[in-house]
């Protein structure tokens, strides 16, 4: 299992996979720039479709309250055979959730992040994800902050320290 990125580099992750779609709710996409939502969207429903195909488990993280995962996101899910479903009632996909027993279940080391508020859900997501040791990969094109958020540019910096971030990638084999 590989990850190649859009400038052809190859980041190679550990064995044992797994993704984390996180927040990809109507409520929260709205907030989005219709054109960088269209290519968030379409970036993501790649990684998922790879996942379907190369058999990697896939947990979708919704938060509590806020809806359904978008129709385009669920429509590629449902092909996925290692899909697991979880609500959220913090920002941190971890705190409250199975999130982590889950993944020690599948055997997961390394995660591929993916989803909505880069700068609060997803950032806290990878932090709890880093201090239970997992590694982290996170294309920049399945993240996004609503509008002009102030913390974007903070929040990718902290990505690149921490883990692997890069502007696009697929799984391949």
Not at 36 to 52: D, F, N, Y
Not at 64 to 92: A, C, H, M, N, W
Request: hydrophobic share 40%; net charge negative; glycine share 8%.
């Amino acid at each position: 299992m590989r990850i190649i990125c859009d400038d052809e580099r190859e980041i190679v992750p550990p064995d044992n996979v797994g993704v984390v779609l996180i927040d990809m709710q109507r409520l929260f996409t709205e907030s989005i720039e219709a054109r960088k939502r269209e290519l968030m969207i379409s970036a993501q429903g790649q990684i998922v479709r790879s996942c379907a195909t190369l058999d990697i488990p896939l947990v979708v993280l919704e938060y509590d309250g806020y809806g359904q995962t978008i129709r385009p996101l669920v429509d590629e899910i449902t092909k996925v055979p290692s899909t697991i479903l979880l609500i959220k009632t913090f920002d941190d996909g971890f705190m409250g959730t199975r999130l982590h027993e889950v993944l020690q279940g599948l055997g997961v080391k390394s995660l591929v992040l993916m989803g909505i508020n880069a700068s609060y859900c997803v950032l806290s997501t990878a932090s709890s994800a880093i201090g239970l040791g997992y590694k982290i990969f996170v294309p920049k094109s399945t993240i996004a902050d609503p509008g002009m958020h102030s913390e974007t540019a903070r929040s990718i910096r902290w990505y690149q320290a921490n883990g692997t971030l890069f502007h696009h990638g697929v799984l391949a084999i």
